[in-house]
């Protein structure tokens, strides 16, 4: 695999992981201005992940 082929692979995957990231921060407005140590906030942000799959239909 060369450079390039590796970047655009990279690019995909920070393009899905940006997205996500911008769903959850958009509809749930607590992660924007949420303090807490790395341990805590993984335990919120994979309910409100769960929640958001649960909301777009993507879990039943």
Known sequence: MNTRTRNALL?????????GFAILTGRWHALRHFTASPENIGDIVKAALVLTHFEYKRIA
């Open 11 to 19: 690019r995909g995957l920070r393009c899905l992981s940006e997205r």
